[in-house]
């Protein structure tokens, strides 16, 4: 699945009112994700992801897919250019 800051970031994004159809860029990707977990915390973000599957599986199970993949491009990016800054 992930490094487990790509898992709490992807609950943060997921409970950020940010939308895939927004198409956002990873900017604004991260700074729902600072700004949802400053909001609810690590355990709140859980604890949402959890209420939307227990509720509307079918498109919390999409809604997640949508969260990882943006987390995981949003933060790559930002790596490959501290990454690159390093040497």
């Known amino acids: 699945m992930g490094t487990t800051f790509d898992v709490i970031r992807a609950e943060a994004l997921f409970a950020s009112p940010l939308q895939g159809s927004q198409e956002p860029s990873p900017l604004e990707v991260r700074a729902a994700v600072t700004a949802t977990l400053r909001r609810f915390g690590v355990n709140g ?8 599957f227990g509720e509307h599986p079918e498109t919390a199970a999409n809604r997640m897919a949508w969260a990882l993949g943006m987390v995981r491009s949003a933060y790559q990016d930002l790596a490959s250019r501290e990454f690159a800054y390093a040497g």
């Open 45 to 52: 973000c859980a604890a949402r992801v959890a209420g939307e």
